[in-house]
């Protein structure tokens, strides 16, 4: 199947960042939110976005025909003709099944569902649709910020179709992206991998083994990456990280997916990381984040 028509639901951060690497792809883009003034929040950033890339030289195509490529609609009916529709919403499990089950009656046969969920079931999402598009049902797991971050997660399930399975890998590669496969496991690849890291990483802090600053110097200096597990948990969200791991650790039942009982306790206290001005380091002066002491 020829993929022409992508259809993205959510204008958010990851929804928006799709839409607008979709129509840079040259794809004709429909992005689907529940209100007119968060699509005009949404394009706003693509708009912002794209300059950026025009003032790189970076754009393959003038900004003014990617815009072109991309519409905005607040009506489920406008997704109907759509040949792949990306779901970004809020990572709620019974929002997204109301969702694909209301999208199920109205789309084409032939369209494809995906979920750009980080942690949620693609089975238990696929469940309310209809036997034949069970079979078009997958996972593909963008990485923010989506314009830039090259990798895909495409996952498929017990029931996907090879056929469509391979269309969403070659789609992802007409994207500019690298694809990787993976089975609907929670986590997938990269959660499954680096969630247990950050959780440790927390754990240390925790019992004691290094300040704040020495455990991310030690990851950055001595494993070479590009930022400490600690920075990397207040740039992620510490409320997100909290949810996702709370998530695989019911599927797994596993220590290594388990919240540090200091994990909890900073989101209930509220402090989220960069997006709250605090988590593990204080952002009042973004430019010299302080180290918070809280142990």
Do not use: W
């Not at 440790?200 to 991310?216: H, K, N, S, W």
């Not at 997006?275 to 010299?288: A, L, W």
Request: proline share 4%; with cysteine; hydrophobic share 40%.
């Amino acid at each position: 199947m020829e993929i022409k028509k992508v259809g993205v639901l959510g204008c958010g951060l990851m929804g928006s960042g799709i839409a607008q690497t979709a129509a840079m792809a040259g794809y004709e883009t429909i992005v689907r939110e529940v209100s007119d003034d968060l699509i005009a929040k949404g394009f706003a950033g693509i708009e912002k976005s794209l300059a950026k890339f025009a003032e790189k030289g970076t754009l393959k195509d003038p900004a003014e025909q990617v815009r072109a490529r991309l519409r905005g609609t607040t009506r489920f009916e406008d997704m109907s003709d759509c040949d792949i529709i990306i779901e970004a919403i809020v990572e709620n499990l019974d929002t997204k099944r109301e969702t694909y089950l209301r999208l199920d009656d109205l789309c084409k046969p032939e369209t494809i569902f995906a979920s750009n969920t980080s942690s949620l079931s693609i089975t238990q999402m696929m469940s309310v649709t209809s036997g034949q598009r069970q079979q078009r049902f997958i996972g593909m797991h963008f990485f923010n910020p989506v314009p830039i971050m090259k990798l895909v997660e495409v996952i498929r399930t017990i029931l996907t179709d090879a056929g469509v399975y391979e269309d969403a890998v070659a789609f992802a590669g007409n994207l500019g992206k690298v694809p990787v496969r993976t089975g609907d496991r929670t986590g997938f690849i990269v959660n499954r991998l680096l969630v247990p890291y950050m959780l440790d990483a927390i754990r240390a802090l925790e019992e004691g083994v290094a300040t704040i600053v020495d455990i991310d110097n030690a990851m950055k200096l001595g494993c070479g990456y590009p930022m400490g597990p600690l920075t990397l948990g207040d740039f992620v969200g510490l409320d997100t990280t909290y949810y996702i791991s709370e998530i695989m650790f019911n599927e797994f039942r596993e220590r290594r997916f388990s919240s540090p009982p200091l994990l909890k306790r900073m989101v209930m206290a509220g402090l989220y990381g960069r997006k709250s001005g605090r988590g593990f380091y204080d952002y009042t002066d973004p430019k010299n984040p302080v180290p918070m002491n809280l142990v």
